[in-house]
Antibody, heavy 119, light 107 residues
Framework: QVQMQESGPGLVKPSETLSLTCTVSGGSIRSDDWSWIRQPPGRGLEYIGFISYTGTTTYNPSLRSRITISLDTSKNQFSLDLSSVTAADTAVYYC?????????????WGQGTLVTVSS | EIVLTQSPATLSLSPGERATLSCRPSQSVGSYLTWYQQKPGQAPRLLIYDASKRATGIPARFSGSGSGTDFALTISSLEPEDFAVYYCQQRSSWPWTFGQGSKVEIK
């Protein structure tokens, strides 16, 4: 059973960089794609982007200039960096696996971590 | 980007009743339409993918239908654990987008 857990600061100051890590257990990060999705409080879901097990990244054009997703196969982790944050970036951030077994859909998710952007 | 419009925003039903939720993409997504269920304080859960295929472990009371620009999620007989928010998502065109959600609440 794959398990995923987000970690990182819960509070980030405006204009700084939000950095989150997702640790994957019960499965290898050396296959499938690894995604970040966010959900502002009380609102819907937004697909931030994903990284393949080969390291190829795909970013949402609305965020492309500010995001970096990277992979650390030695630790079975992947990470999200979002620069120049504003209050609009306040959200619950989820990591998820995009699985070939589920035809490219998100079949395992972390529990989510709330990141608040505030001074 | 493709906009997904879900309706109704809220559906008030009793356990045992049938629920039908709609998702209409702003342009054709073929069959690349996915449904997720989200309960308060939890991550979304994959229910249906490729419009009509149930994900592993999903009960048969959940079914999906449609193609192109008109999709539906049907719950044949609501169980207490089915009261939640349901999101559709398209993966036909990047960026993949989600609908705004439909809440199924207890009447």
């Amino acid at each position: 059973q794959v398990q995923m857990q987000e970690s990182g600061p819960g509070l980030v100051k405006p204009s700084e960089t939000l950095s989150l890590t997702c640790t994957v257990s019960g499965g290898s990060i050396r296959s499938d794609d690894w995604s970040w999705i966010r959900q502002p409080p009380g609102r819907g879901l937004e697909y931030i982007g994903f990284i393949s097990y080969t390291g190829t990244t795909t970013y949402n054009p609305s965020l492309r200039s500010r995001i970096t997703i990277s992979l650390d196969t030695s630790k079975n982790q992947f990470s999200l960096d979002l620069s120049s944050v504003t209050a609009a970036d306040t959200a619950v951030y989820y990591c998820a696996r995009r699985s070939g077994a589920a035809a490219g859909n998100l079949d395992y998710w972390g529990q989510g971590t709330l990141v608040t952007v505030s001074s | 980007e493709i906009v997904l419009t879900q309706s109704p925003a809220t559906l008030s039903l009793s356990p045992g009743e049938r629920a039908t939720l709609s998702c209409r993409p702003s342009q054709s997504v073929g069959s690349y339409l996915t449904w997720y269920q989200q309960k308060p304080g939890q991550a979304p859960r994959l229910l249906i993918y490729d419009a009509s295929k149930r994900a592993t472990g999903i009960p048969a009371r959940f079914s999906g239908s449609g193609s192109g620009t008109d999709f539906a999620l049907t719950i044949s007989s609501l169980e207490p654990e089915d009261f939640a928010v349901y999101y559709c998502q398209q993966r036909s065109s990047w960026p993949w987008t989600f609908g705004q959600g439909s809440k199924v609440e207890i009447k």
